[in-house]
């Protein structure tokens, strides 16, 4: 509870309280008038963050709504931030860049489909997007996480999987933040305005969240499954049971003969009606519901070594850019048109030239035509069948 405790103490001391750290695990704090107003504490309040608490102390933990409450104090503070990303020296002219860039290049960018040419290379500012997006699953359970996206706005690659891990640990190893300066703020020029952004970025975001929840969700099926055939099995042996009481007497006469075929035919359609709200207790109950809020967002100022690649497809070529940042040794993807563009392999359309994942130029499933769902992004431009947006 070590960072949480630190976390709470520097939101309290922001608010003008006087906190000191006790043992074990605890806090003493002097709040002021609106922060007892706010959580209900006397003037002098203990907090206790761990499974051994000082004695009067007020569990705070993860569960319930602490974290919330402090949030509320936060408002939209610490939601959005510029920083630039120093590595020793101030510009990215003064790294040195791989030795064989193409070699670099050819483990970055695998084109089946077509060919590309490195036309130039230099030092450079680029300017990343990293957004944090909370999300909350509820069914007869409850999931919640953070998903993280990075976005480079100079070549509109996406940053993810380890080069993100790396970007993000680097960040937080970091303890001095270094405001961007006015050199990298102008060379870096580049910027997407909200429409174009939402349009990357959602996508991505709802496979992440859909990668995060599947064992969520298998787990909730297999509940589900076990619920549902132990209300089939118990409503079975009753309707059975009935069914056979009333085929007993299905030969029967005299008056008393059909009131039992009346009252067991009856049974019969209450267990049924039992039955069907039984299911649909069932669904209401297993609903998934996910909601997904965007939290923080960092725009962060990176020296780079840019390369200029020529991608040619048939008589067709356009220029692209990859980065390769000497911060973490690593060499970003290559853009994508479509699609989340987090592997290196990339298809060229032939009436764009989009760069798109395999899938964005796979065959209809209808009809066999293959086609570019960058350039069609609603539905086959053969047969007209929808199909879902990536990106």
């Known amino acids: 509870m070590g960072a949480l405790r630190e976390f709470v103490a520097d939101i309290l001391e922001r608010e003008g309280a006087a906190v000191d750290p006790i043992e074990p695990e605890g806090l003493e704090v002097l709040a002021p008038e609106p922060l007892r107003a706010a959580f209900g504490w006397p003037e002098f309040a203990r907090l206790g963050f761990g499974a051994t608490m000082p004695a009067g102390a007020t569990p705070i933990g993860l569960e319930g709504d602490w974290l919330d409450r402090f949030g509320t104090l936060l408002g939209e503070r610490g939601r959005f931030a510029e ?27 695998d084109l089946p489909n077509g060919v590309w040419r490195l036309r130039d ?26 998903v993280w996206l990075g976005l480079n706005l100079g070549t509109g690659a996406v940053l993810g999987g380890d080069f993100l891990m790396r970007l993000r640990a680097l960040l937080a190893g970091d303890p001095e933040w270094h405001k961007p300066e006015a050199e990298a703020g102008r060379v870096a020029e580049a ?11 959602k996508p991505i975001v709802d496979q992440q969240v859909r990668n995060e929840l599947t064992s969520f969700i298998v787990a909730m099926r297999r509940r589900l499954d076990r619920d549902r055939t132990r209300i089939h099995e118990y409503h079975d042996d009753l309707r059975r049971a009935a069914q056979v009481k009333l085929g007993s007497i299905s030969a029967a006469t005299g008056e008393k003969a059909e009131s039992d075929r009346k009252r067991e035919t009856m049974r019969i359609a209450a267990i049924e009606r039992e039955y069907a709200a039984k299911l649909d207790d069932l669904r209401h109950n297993y609903a998934l519901r996910v909601t997904v809020d965007w939290m923080q967002g960092l725009t962060l100022f990176a020296p780079v070594h840019r390369y200029d690649v020529r991608i040619k497809r048939r008589k067709g070529e356009r220029m692209v850019s990859i980065d390769w940042h000497p911060a973490l040794r690593m060499i970003e993807p290559p853009p994508c048109d479509w699609g989340p563009g987090l592997g290196r392999t990339r298809l060229i359309c032939d009436d764009q030239l989009h760069l798109t994942d395999p899938d964005g130029q796979a065959p209809c499933p209808s009809c066999s035509k293959a086609w570019c769902r960058a350039c069609h992004p609603v539905a086959c431009p053969r047969c007209g069948r929808a199909v879902a947006s990536a990106g």
């Open 83 to 109: 920083r630039q990303l120093a590595v020793g020296q101030t510009y990215a002219s003064q790294f040195p860049a791989p030795s064989d860039p193409e070699r670099l290049l050819e483990r970055a960018l």
């Open 121 to 146: 290379a230099k030092p450079a500012w680029t300017r990343c997007f990293l957004l944090a997006f909370r999300y909350t699953a509820t069914s007869d359970e409850k999931r919640e996480g953070l």
């Open 191 to 201: 910027t997407w305005d909200a429409a174009k952004l939402a349009a990357k970025v």
